[in-house]
């Protein structure tokens, strides 16, 4: 199992940007599937983006395309994910994930991933 630590969250104003990253320790990174999910207050964790163990697939829930990126270093064991044109209503604890097994597509269901970290809180003000 693969320990995540995630970092860049804070405060911006709407249409701000922030960097988040994730970085991965424990077994070998490049075995996993990737993804970012986020949480609001009294809502269910949502998926935000996905990206293949190559970084050549990526995947993105529709509110945040074109406006956000996820990327991955497996030289650094590191899964990033740039957020553009933020809105308040984004505001959650952001969360990466990697997935349950080398064999399995990226995907957007939480139960397709066994590792988390402890997120980060993102807050987007008006």
């Known amino acids: 199992q693969v320990r995540l630590v995630e970092s860049g969250g804070g405060s911006v104003q709407a249409g701000g940007s922030l960097r988040l990253s994730c970085a991965a320790s424990?077994?070998?990174?490049?075995?996993?599937?990737m993804a970012w999910f986020r949480q609001a207050p009294g809502k269910e964790r949502a998926f935000v983006a996905a990206?293949?163990?190559?970084?050549?697939?990526?995947d993105y829930s529709e509110s945040v395309k074109d406006r956000f990126t996820i990327s991955r270093d497996n030289a650094e064991n590191t899964v990033s994910l740039q957020m553009n044109n933020l809105k308040p209503e984004e505001t959650a604890v952001y969360y990466c994930?990697?997935?349950?097994?080398?064999?399995?597509?990226?995907?957007?269901?939480?139960?397709?991933?066994?590792?988390w970290g402890q997120g980060t809180q993102v807050t987007v003000s008006s």
């Open positions: 424990g077994q070998t990174f490049s075995t996993y599937n």
């Open positions: 990206i293949s163990r190559n970084g050549g697939r990526m």
């Open positions: 994930a990697a997935d349950r097994s080398p064999t399995l597509p990226i995907s957007r269901l939480i139960g397709a991933y066994r590792s």
